[in-house]
């Protein structure tokens, strides 16, 4: 499958990593790519490389700019920050987004005051569904967006039974990324869909709660499990 991954932090290159060992064609999409790749400050957390030298590690996987990586990718994973997000998918442009999947996995965290961040989108509306409405020929589905990006594509790194959330509007968008998750190692049974992207307002609204268990534990390494009676 052609994949386009839309932003070059820590999280777009782990997903990008990942799902070219899995054998899709992915093209990776910045802003613009001559800056990108002379950057020389790490693209995201600790032990996160520049993308330059993430990009030599990994010489198959080309970088474009936003448009140039949409233009032929069958489906579009929005990896920007998410306060970049909606400019990023204005940036790859109507054409290079009409009827594709866009598999949103980006947080609307706002910074502006410090850590811990508040949410720019929340309670009545969602990061996915403003991007739905901006972009009303894509079809977008919310998922993986409430866990680190190292469980995202390596769910055994936590033990047990944990889940992934899945939101959409288009039915057949849904499987598309249920069959991506099925080949990052998600099973059948952790991978809960809760319906219409309106659901995204939830996953979304979870992060403040990740956020202090983060801080708690000292870790990221942590999902969500379901108890059900």
Do not use: Y
């Not at 991954?5 to 290159?13: A, C, D, H, N, S």
């Not at 033990?159 to 998600?186: I, M, Q, S, Y």
């Not at 403040?208 to 708690?216: F, K, Q």
């Amino acid at each position: 499958m052609k994949i386009a991954v839309l932003g070059t932090g820590m999280v777009g290159q782990v997903l990008a990593g990942r799902l070219a060992e899995l054998g899709h064609q992915v093209t990776v999409g910045t802003r613009d790519p001559s800056e990108t790749l002379a950057r020389t400050a790490p693209a995201g957390g600790p032990g996160t490389p520049p993308f330059g030298a993430w990009h030599a590690d990994h010489p198959q996987v080309p970088l474009a700019t936003f448009a140039g990586a949409a233009a032929e990718a069958e489906v579009i994973v929005n990896a920007t920050a998410g306060g970049a997000s909606l400019g990023a998918l204005e940036a790859a442009g109507a054409a290079g987004l009409a009827g594709k999947v866009i598999l949103d996995l980006a947080n609307a965290l706002d910074f502006s005051n410090g850590f811990p961040p508040t949410l720019s989108v929340a309670n009545t509306d969602s990061l996915a569904e403003r991007i739905q409405r901006a972009h009303p020929t894509a079809r977008v589905v919310k998922s993986l967006n409430t866990m680190n990006c190292q469980i995202m594509v390596d769910p055994s790194r936590v033990p047990g039974n944990h889940v992934v959330f899945v939101a959409g509007d288009n039915a057949d968008a849904k499987a598309t990324v249920v069959a991506l998750l099925r080949e990052l190692g998600w099973s059948a049974g952790s991978i809960l869909d809760l319906g219409g992207l309106a659901s995204a307002r939830g996953t979304e609204m979870i992060l403040p709660l990740w956020l202090a268990i983060m801080r708690t534990l000292g870790s990221s390494d942590f999902n969500f499990a379901i108890a059900r009676a």
